[in-house]
């Protein structure tokens, strides 16, 4: 299991309890799932994937525009750029290693996407996600960066 998604994933409330619960100043579209993913893995906890759950989720047409994954991917970026900025240990090098990685997603995904820009396809929807949630990692980071060297 890569990671947990909002639309279907259960956590037994002792669990909750032992990990300190949801952190709610997290940004949506998916913080609040990878600080719950953080904490379960870091405390010793398994994910559990299972194929055969199902789950009736209504997504409405403004769901399957460009513009809303384009708006859900940097905000997803922006949330795990705050997971990332809060745990204290090895802060400088975690930083970096984001600011690395938000920095290789934004240039690859530009060339990626100027190089598929003739060809509209999957591949050039893949580089448009990733070049958008490398500028939401990529600008939180250096956002909060700068608000904790102050």
Avoid at 26 to 44: K, T
Avoid at 76 to 104: C, D, N, S, W, Y
Wanted: aromatic share 8%; glycine share 12%.
């Amino acid at each position: 299991l890569m990671h947990l998604m909002g639309a279907n994933f259960a956590v037994p409330r002792g669990t909750l309890e032992q990990i300190g619960g949801f952190a709610e100043d997290m940004p949506g579209y998916g913080g609040d799932e990878r600080y719950v993913e953080a904490r379960i893995r870091s405390a010793g906890g398994r994910l559990i994937y299972v194929g055969s759950a199902i789950v009736h989720h209504q997504i409405g047409p403004d769901k399957l525009t460009r513009e809303w994954f384009r708006s859900r991917l940097l905000t997803e970026g922006k949330a795990v750029a705050h997971l990332r900025m809060r745990e204290p240990k090895r802060r400088i090098a975690r930083t970096l290693r984001t600011f690395v990685q938000g920095l290789r997603g934004v240039v690859c995904g530009v060339a990626g996407t100027a190089r598929d820009k003739s060809h509209p396809s999957p591949v050039n929807f893949w580089h448009s996600c990733q070049l958008w949630y490398a500028r939401g990692l990529l600008g939180e980071t250096i956002r909060l960066w700068l608000l904790r060297t102050r």
